[in-house]
């Protein structure tokens, strides 16, 4: 079975950082794409980012040049690198997989993680 299992959320100021991972296990191997999603109260789960099995990236456009998304694929391990932290960044963060389309919306997740919780104060 497969299993995603965030962490290294947490609360943050404006204008810090933090790191995401996702532990994968199970069939996380075959999925062709990862990415990370947020939905903060009353809004609609959201894509953030995806990286591909060659390593081949997209951005929602609220965190191009903030966020970064990488993988280590030795480690079966999924990356969000969140610099420059505003208090609109305030949601439960998803770990998901997707497939080769690599289509950044929740329509299209074939597995989700439980979700951190990541708070950004002013």
């Known amino acids: 079975q497969v299993q995603l299992m965030e962490s290294g959320g947490g609360s943050v100021q404006s204008g810090g950082s933090l790191r995401l991972s996702c532990a994968a296990s199970?069939?996380?191997?075959?999925?062709?794409?990862m990415g990370w999603f947020r939905q903060a109260p009353g809004k609609e789960r959201e894509g953030v980012a995806a990286?591909?099995?060659?390593?081949?990236?997209s951005y929602a456009d609220s965190v191009k040049g903030r966020f970064t998304i990488s993988q280590d694929n030795a480690k079966n391990t999924l990356y969000l690198q969140m610099n420059s932290l505003k208090p609109e960044d305030t949601a439960m963060y998803y770990c998901?997989?997707?497939?080769?389309?690599?289509?950044?919306?929740?329509?299209?997740?074939?597995?989700w993680g439980q979700g951190t919780q990541v708070t950004v104060s002013s």
């Open positions: 998901a997989a997707l497939n080769v389309a690599c289509i950044l919306h929740h329509n299209f997740v074939r597995y």
């Open positions: 199970g069939y996380t191997y075959s999925s062709d794409c």
């Open positions: 990286i591909t099995r060659a390593g081949s990236t």
